[in-house]
């Protein structure tokens, strides 16, 4: 079983960068699909980024490309998410997940979460 934790968030103004970092603590993290996800006051969860198991395969919401990059190191049970030119809409807790098969846009794919990190990015 996997166990998410994630770290980064913080206030940011726009246009400004944050990378986001997210920690397991299993011994089979090398063999999951990792994604993150976000959470605006008064919105729905939504897809923000996905990586297989490798880092190999990259997949981005179509509001964040360009902008955002996920990347992964397994040696040290990490995935990222780097933000750049961030915006205040970018406003918003952001979760990362874990499932066993190949990354999906669909949060309700995902087996495990972590318990989100803040960020805000001010105008």
């Known amino acids: 079983q996997e166990q998410l934790a994630e770290s980064g968030g913080g206030l940011v103004q726009a246009g400004g960068s944050r990378r986001l970092s997210c920690a397991a603590s299993?011994?089979?993290?090398?063999?999951?699909?990792m994604g993150w996800f976000r959470q605006a006051p008064g919105k729905e969860r939504e897809f923000v980024a996905a990586?297989?198991?490798?880092?190999?395969?990259?997949y981005l919401a179509h509001s964040v490309e360009g902008r955002f990059t996920i990347s992964r190191d397994n040696t040290k049970n990490t995935v990222y998410l780097q933000m750049n030119s961030l915006k205040p809409e970018d406003t918003a807790v952001y979760y990362c997940?874990?499932?066993?098969?190949?990354?999906?846009?669909?949060?309700?794919?995902?087996?495990?979460w972590g318990q989100g990190t803040q960020v805000t990015v001010s105008s």
């Open positions: 997940a874990a499932r066993r098969e190949y990354p999906t846009r669909d949060l309700y794919e995902y087996d495990y």
């Open positions: 299993g011994r089979t993290f090398r063999t999951y699909a």
């Open positions: 990586i297989n198991w490798s880092g190999g395969s990259t």
